[in-house]
């Protein structure tokens, strides 16, 4: 189980670092963006019944990323919500270069090994 966090900024670096794998990132990267397309062309269509892979693809590729190569249980279990807001803003930093100092700052902290 996650520790107890009260705000999104506290809970952020917690994420991060159970996300040290570079391949479970890499996958979450995929599953975020293939899902967001998904979502996107079903809002643009109106084809409704497409949304119902947005999860399945997020989810999918998310955790094959954590149960194969991290090896430890999706956050998602404990902070749904802060989970999807963490997913986006991970790839938004990994997109704008920005993700690692953030990143090796929260595997220090939480004491992850970065495989």
């Known amino acids: 189980m996650a520790p107890k ?4 900024e506290a809970f952020f670096p917690y994420y ?3 996300h040290a794998n570079p391949t479970c990132r890499r996958l979450h990267y995929i599953g975020t ?9 079903a809002v643009i269509s109106q084809t409704w019944w497409l949304l119902i892979f947005y ?16 090896r430890n249980r999706p956050a998602t279990f404990d902070y749904p919500r802060w ?4 997913d986006y803003k991970m790839l938004y930093l990994f997109l704008t270069g920005r993700l690692a100092p953030i990143l090796r700052d ?5 004491g992850k090994i970065a495989h």
């Open 33 to 41: 963006i293939l899902a967001t397309s998904i979502f996107v062309g």
């Open 83 to 86: 989970s999807l807001m963490g």
């Open 16 to 18: 991060l670092a159970e």
């Open 106 to 110: 929260a595997i220090v902290k939480y």
């Open 55 to 70: 999860p399945l693809i997020g989810y999918g590729f998310a955790w094959v990323g954590h149960f194969k190569f991290e």
């Open 5 to 8: 966090f009260e705000t999104f």
